[in-house]
């Protein structure tokens, strides 16, 4: 056991050392080779203490997940990484229910303790839990199925009773050390998997990047609790980890909208009082563009003499794949001399940080990007704020009126810019159904359309003159 | 059973350090570091390794389809963290862009 203690210790430290590395953008791919690195070292640790047994067939298994899991990553493109999260998320909760269950049939006979079956009847639930909440979060994120926010009658008290006779099945697989597995453990594994299924389905738009973050910490929670089972220490400090970093993310998000987990996870209904959303909603196939605006105001004379640009992007230009018309407008503005921020809202896109990565993808430096606490003052002083794609998070609605669902979320003070463009798929309000008020002010001037064709039209204009 | 109080040792004291580690993590870097805890969710490869080997026949077909999904877990995680890792530029390594004078 002293051993397996110190190998688990280094292994786990290594990882948490790894974590610190991504504190910064300049460290935090070795962060991650130090990461890989640890999980190489973990495999070797494993082979070692089983003696190498089996070790070929372990090897091709190995194999095979390794080859999947390597073209899955490499095919993968940046605005998909949302469904790769949650995918992966499932995966990670099903392999540790897997883990669990095998142990559960293998040992059965032995006398296993009632700590062993309390533990596995646990992993085995978080992980059905984690498993069919991921898969429907992939099914909406992918546009599969399940795409609007479904409800129906009764849908609280189906939830909450699938819960509970799961807690119920757990404790009485444990009370009972087991001697009726072989039933209990089928049956709590269809009620998490229905319980997953009925959490995930109700969440749509802007709150999956909190569906997510809780998703990613029941795949730890899993793994630490199947390592309680079946007694290895790695597995439980890593899989710790793993569960605190996806609640951090977790209270992260619910904090950036102004919204407690438990109103995201239950009591609202889609349409009336919609949730609350980071950004546009995607785009409509219906919805007529229009231009209103465009041409009244001098759009081309305001794009040319600003020389403080702060850009705030949302959900709504990934959407329309507009990233790289925003990185040429940006570039056309810095040989027009003046100086590009974003504007970046926690909460903008479908993951944790997803914008960032959208943004990085098209080559945008990161030093440009800024989060809402320094960004916002800078408004007041800028001469141009330009809104791509992005709706609720900027709306001043948030602030001045009561009982919206934003109300209390914290937005970008776009609208204190000397002058702002939105660059919006059409006026409809965002997620939450609350009307931007922003729109109506009189230094904005609206330029509705795809933002794909929209944006390319704006840096025509400053290149032109 | 001292196992139990070694391992929610192990368990209260990682999640303590982590919490400190992850809560410094900027948003910039939200996006990676969750596909790398993706990848760090698959350490369940561990224990399925073990049961794979010492479980008897009909428990060993769970635990190989353990093992090639906490695998995926742990190359896919591992894999698209550091293609992502690799987009992240600062202004002075973007040696495509031109120099804008008044910077």
């Known amino acids: ?75 993968v493109k940046m605005i998909h990484m949302p469904q790769t999260v949650a995918l992966l998320n499932g995966f990670g909760g099903a392999a540790s229910a897997l883990v669990v269950w095998a142990a559960v049939i293998g040992y059965a006979g032995e006398d296993a303790a009632l700590v062993f079956w309390g533990t596995s009847g646990l992993a085995v639930g978080v992980g059905a839990l984690t498993f069919s909440g991921s898969v429907v979060a992939v099914l909406k994120l992918q546009g599969i199925a399940f795409r609007k926010p479904v409800q129906f009658p009764g849908y609280g008290h189906i939830f909450r009773a699938t819960l509970a006779a799961a807690v119920i099945i757990t404790i009485l697989n444990a009370v009972m050390v087991g001697s009726m597995y072989g039933v209990l453990v089928p049956v709590l594994v269809l009620l998490c998997l229905l319980g997953g299924f009925l959490m995930t389905l109700r969440i749509g738009g802007a709150d999956m990047p909190i569906v997510i973050s809780l998703l990613n910490s029941f795949s730890g929670i899993a793994a630490a609790v ?240 | 059973m001292p196992n139990i109080f070694a391992m929610l040792i192990i368990l209260v004291v990682a999640a303590l350090l982590g919490y400190r580690a992850i809560s410094a993590v900027p948003s910039l870097l939200h996006t990676p570091l969750m596909s790398g805890m993706n990848a760090l969710s698959g350490i369940t490869v561990v224990g399925a390794v073990a049961v794979f080997v010492t479980a008897p026949e009909g428990a060993s077909g769970w635990a190989a389809a353990a093992l090639v999904l906490a695998m995926i877990n742990v190359a896919g995680g591992f894999w698209v963290t550091e293609r992502m890792l690799r987009m992240f530029k600062a202004k002075s390594s973007d040696i495509t862009e031109e120099e804008v004078p008044w910077q």
């Not at chain 1, 440009?368 to 791509?388: E, G, R, S, T």
């Open chain 1, 226 to 465: 199947a390592g309680l089972a079946v007694e290895n220490f790695v597995l439980v400090g890593a899989g710790s980890l793993v569960g605190v970093a996806g609640l951090v993310l977790t209270r992260i998000m619910c904090q950036a909208m102004n919204r407690s987990l438990l109103a995201v996870l239950t009591g609202f209904t889609p349409g009336a009082h919609a949730q609350t959303q980071g950004e546009k909603e995607e785009p409509e196939e219906a919805a007529e563009p229009k231009s209103a605006a465009l041409g009244e105001a001098d759009l081309p004379g305001i794009l040319r003499e600003a020389k403080r640009v702060i850009i705030v992007p949302g959900y709504g230009m990934a959407v329309s794949h507009a990233q790289d018309a925003v990185r040429q407008l940006t570039n056309a503005f810095e040989k027009n001399g003046a100086e590009v921020k974003f504007a970046m809202h926690p909460v903008a896109g479908r993951m944790p940080g997803h914008m960032y990565v959208l943004l990085a993808e098209v080559g945008i430096d990161y030093d440009k990007l800024m989060d809402l606490k320094p960004i916002n003052p800078q408004f007041a002083h800028a001469d141009l704020a330009l809104i791509v794609g992005a709706c609720d998070v900027v709306n001043p609605a948030a602030n001045a009126a009561e009982n919206t669902p934003i109300s209390g979320m914290p937005i970008l003070n776009a609208g204190e810019a000397k002058n702002v463009v939105v660059c919006n798929l059409d006026e409809k309000p965002g997620y939450s159904g609350v009307d931007n008020t922003l729109y109506h002010q009189e230094h904005v001037i609206t330029v509705w359309g795809d933002a794909s064709e929209t944006v390319p039209r704006l840096t025509e204009m400053l290149t032109s003159g």
């Open chain 1, 1 to 75: 056991m002293a051993v397996s203690l110190v190998a688990a210790v280094l292994i786990v430290g290594l990882f948490i050392v790894g974590i610190r590395l991504m504190q910064s953008p300049t460290s935090a791919l070795w962060g991650n080779r130090l990461g890989s690195t640890a999980m190489l070292l973990a495999l070797i640790w494993a082979f070692v203490s089983t003696g190498w047994a089996d070790i070929g067939l372990v090897l091709v298994y190995i194999g095979i997940g390794t080859a999947i899991g390597l073209l899955l990553a490499q095919s």
